[in-house]
Each structure stands twice: as C-alpha cells, then as structure tokens.
C-alpha cells in the first residue's frame, strides 16, 4: 500500500503563488502516475494536473492540466523522494479550495482512476 502527506497550503493574496508538495511512502514501485485534484465548498472534486512516467524511458513524462490552470500551474516530480510538487503562479480567488493528490497507475484525469490519496491541504486565496 501506498501513503501520502501533502504539504505547502496556506493562505495567499490574489496574484501569489504556492508550491504544494506530496510525498508518497510504502510500497509505489507500481505507482506510474500522480496527480492533483482540488475541491471547493459545495463543488465536485476536479482535476488540476497529472504527471506520469513513461515505462520505456526514464526521463519521459507526461504533463497534463486542466484548461483552467493551464499556463499558472506546473507539476513536477522528484524520483528520488517520491514526491510531486504543484507550483502555483497567479493565483486567483477561484482556485481557493482543499488540494490532494493520488497515486495509481495509468495515466488519468478521472478521480476514480486513481488507488491512493493523501489528507488534503487548504489552500485559501484571498481577493
């Protein structure tokens, strides 16, 4: 099984940026894609961007977002440590809402694709 800790939310005016960090630990050798999702109140969970690996080259990803965010954000990733970070530029009142990120094993932008996810961080934005 896989556990994850998102980290990096707070509180941020208008035009700020973040850099939102999930860490995965236990068993992720079969872990190929992550992604990031956010949900406001009285909202449907939505997806916000989503990395995956190539299999056949180790430094081939995959880099999708939703339109959105398109341009703003920008997710990455660290192999290493097994973390994914999403770097949050220009933020505006409407991105405010709880982020989390999950780990599975296809490359997609359906929340239901996706076998583990972390506890959330708050990200507030204020106008």
């Known amino acids: 099984q896989v556990q994850l800790v998102e980290s990096g939310g707070g509180l941020v005016q208008a035009g700020g940026s973040l850099r939102l960090s999930c860490a995965a630990s236990g068993r992720t050798f079969s872990s190929t894609a992550m992604g990031w999702f956010r949900q406001a109140p009285g909202k449907e969970r939505e997806f916000v961007a989503g990395i995956s690996r190539s299999l056949s080259s180790v430094s081939v990803y995959y880099l999708d977002y939703a339109d959105s965010v398109k341009g703003r954000f920008t997710i990455s990733g660290n192999n290493a440590k097994n973390t994914v970070y999403l770097q949050m530029n220009s933020l505006l009142a409407e991105d405010t809402a709880v982020y989390y990120c999950?780990?599975?094993?296809?490359?997609?932008?359906?929340?239901?694709?996706?076998?583990?996810w972390g506890q959330g961080t708050q990200v507030t934005v204020s106008s």
């Open positions: 999950a780990v599975g094993t296809k490359r997609t932008k359906v929340a239901g694709g996706y076998d583990y």
